[in-house]
Antibody, heavy 119, light 106 residues
């Protein structure tokens, strides 16, 4: 079945770079897009960006200058890198995928990984 | 970017009908989706493409709308429906979420 699992450092110092990995199973990255969504503690959901089946990417306008999403299809992994981290980037980061039927509705979610930006 | 506006909170009694609205700053056609999120959990898809019920979701949930105005309806509301509900559009790039509506039961 479709599964996504996020992994990452947990704690990152301000101004440093965040690196997260989403490891997927049950589907191919060359046939499906994977998206990142984040949620600051006690706040709402924010779409971060996506890597499409063909390898192209789209990013949240406010994060675009600091963000990079890439993948390794042989390892079924998607990577998020965000530089110049600030305390406002503290959030749970989810990777997610839409269903073939759902037209962009995210039917599959990882459990999320909490990233805390603090010195 | 397409801004999705939701009312911050609603309070209803069990057994009542509740409508949660989402207004888009520009047309999103019918590419609007709804999620339920309970504390400490990831969101779950309830409605996709404005009006289609996700598999396994109770028929008490329904969605409607097109263009810029969308509604999620729960009828009747049950105690377990206490959660925050989010709309999300996938018509315009970048994709965006609404700010969420927190549903409380009286």
């Amino acid at each position: 079945q479709v599964q996504l699992k996020e992994s990452g450092p947990g704690l990152v110092q301000p101004s440093q770079t965040l690196s997260l990995t989403c490891t997927v199973s049950g589907f191919s990255l060359t046939s499906n897009s994977v998206h990142w969504v984040r949620q600051p503690p006690g706040k709402g959901l924010e779409w971060v960006g996506a890597i499409w089946s063909g390898g192209s990417t789209d990013y949240n306008s406010a994060l675009k200058s600091r963000l990079s999403i890439s993948r390794d299809t042989s390892k079924s992994q998607v990577f998020l890198k965000m530089n110049s981290l600030q305390t406002e980037d503290t959030a749970i980061y989810f990777c997610t995928r839409s269903g073939y039927y759902s037209g962009g509705g995210f039917a599959y979610w990882g459990q999320g990984t909490l990233v805390t930006v603090s010195s | 970017d397409t801004v999705l506006t939701q009312s911050p909170a609603l309070a209803v009694s069990p057994g009542e009908r509740v409508t949660i609205s989402c207004r888009a700053s520009e047309s999103v056609s019918t590419l609007m989706h709804w999620y339920q999120q309970k504390p400490g959990q990831q969101p779950t898809l309830l409605i996709y493409l404005a009006s289609n019920l996700e598999s396994g979701v109770p028929a008490r949930f329904s969605g409607s709308g097109s263009g810029t105005d969308f509604t999620l309806t729960i009828d009747p509301v049950e105690a377990d429906d206490t959660a925050t509900y989010y709309c999300q559009q996938s018509w315009n790039d970048p994709w965006t979420f609404g700010g969420g509506t927190k549903l409380e039961l009286k």
